[in-house]
């Protein structure tokens, strides 16, 4: 991360430059930080909101629920994190609400998903498979109704907006089954620089922030 | 049908949580507002991780680095009548969210519903998730800084979906359009 950082930032500096779009880039850098912190506090209601019915879906055992009847693939799925871990009927619930293009309730409940992994996570700086596997699903976007799509195709006049459903459904899907593939298939060969010799580089990360 | 689903989705499933809290005798609104209470916090937390990310991504759109990349690429992708107007849109999918609705609303105005290259990008949008903003979000907000694998398999899985959208319109729409 620290080099793509990196990367994105001194790339477009130097691009900018040598495109005469030096103003650009720089007000890039305001108008970005802005939307940033826009984005964050629009986000408190519906995160406070969807917090508030998760608890309840949690004390009132229906997630616990969920992740019973789910089990079988979860456990391939997940094989790392604790049998009984409430994250596994959240993992569903979050799952659901992605599919059903319910985006403003997806977010807050997959950061309580990953809250909930972190809490079996050993080293609190990094990523633990469960992780892993729970983001490959997520940002390959499964979805059964594209509906921003939708709506821009009817606003310029499309005659037969649902026409792309079929497609996206298939495209979706592939894309769903290579991440889960792929998260597997890393899960097994990726190699980590030694657990041990990482632990204090962390430590002075920490100190410099 | 499908349509109907997705609007009623979201109200019935607060309905069936709230209604199995109260059978259950859950406390609903004292543990609702408990577990409202973290909704601040979290939002804050990624404030930073959201900065870094959207602050670098506006910066690389900003230099102009995205139309040299679409014309670097274009002859290669013309080759599998990929119209050159989507590259932008594949390139951003996995960056930004809201830019990548953007271009595809402006590439729908420019060329109409019917037209080839707003069919593909409305595969490529409606089939696929910000990656680079789901991963620094999820992750900012517990604290993680290495993302190990994460990014890649996000990345690889982003790529297999713009092949497969090539593939499967390019079957499905090229031969109305002749």
């Known amino acids: 991360m620290n080099y793509i950082f990196y990367f994105l930032i001194a790339f477009s500096i130097i691009f900018g430059i040598i495109n005469g779009r030096t103003q650009e880039v720089v ?14 506090i629009s986000l408190i209601g519906i995160m406070a909101f969807w917090l508030g019915i998760m608890r309840i879906a949690e004390k009132s055992g229906l997630v616990q629920f969920i992740a019973k009847i789910i089990k079988p693939i979860t456990k391939w799925l997940f094989n790392e994190i604790h049998e009984e871990s409430p994250a596994i009927g959240n993992i569903a619930l979050s799952f659901s609400a992605n599919a059903l293009g319910l985006t403003n309730a997806a977010t807050p409940i997959g950061l309580r998903v990953m809250q909930e992994l972190q809490e079996e996570n050993d080293d609190k700086t990094t990523a633990s498979n469960a992780m892993c596997m729970f983001l490959a699903m997520n940002t390959a976007g499964f979805q059964i109704i594209p509906a921003t799509v939708i709506a821009v195709l009817v606003a310029v006049g499309s005659k037969n907006p649902t026409e792309i459903i079929m497609p996206a459904m298939i495209v979706t899907s592939i894309a769903f089954i290579s991440a889960i593939l792929l998260a597997k298939l890393f899960q097994y060969t990726w190699k980590d620089k030694g657990c041990k010799e990482t632990a204090p580089e962390t430590g002075k990360e920490a100190d410099n922030a | 049908m499908l349509n109907l689903l997705s609007l009623y989705a979201l109200p019935v499933l607060i309905l069936v949580i709230l209604t199995v809290g109260i059978i259950k005798k859950v ?152």
Not at chain 1, 27 to 40: C, H
Not at chain 2, 47 to 73: E, H, N, Q, T
Not at chain 2, 136 to 156: E, M, N, P, Q
Request: net charge neutral; charged share 15%; with cysteine.
């Open chain 1, 27 to 40: 007000s890039a850098i305001m108008d970005g930080a802005e939307l940033s912190v826009k984005i964050a």
């Open chain 2, 27 to 178: 406390p609903v609104y004292e543990e609702f507002t408990e577990g409202a209470k973290d909704g601040f916090k979290v939002s804050v937390n990624i404030i930073p991780y959201l900065v870094a990310i959207i602050v670098g991504i506006s910066m690389f759109r900003a230099s102009g680095a995205m139309d040299w990349i679409a014309s670097v690429l274009a002859p290669l992708l013309h080759k599998f009548s990929v119209p050159v107007d989507s590259i932008p849109v594949m390139i951003t999918r996995s960056l930004s969210g809201s830019a990548t609705l953007g271009l595809f609303s402006e590439i729908a105005q420019k060329f109409g519903p019917d037209a080839y290259v707003t069919k593909l990008c409305a595969v490529i949008v409606g089939s696929s998730e910000t990656t680079f903003y789901v991963l620094s979000v999820y992750f900012g907000s517990i604290g993680i800084k290495k993302f190990r694998y994460a990014l890649i398999v996000g990345l690889l899985a982003d790529f297999i979906g713009i092949v497969a959208a090539v593939l499967v319109c390019s079957k499905v729409f090229l031969p109305n359009i002749g």
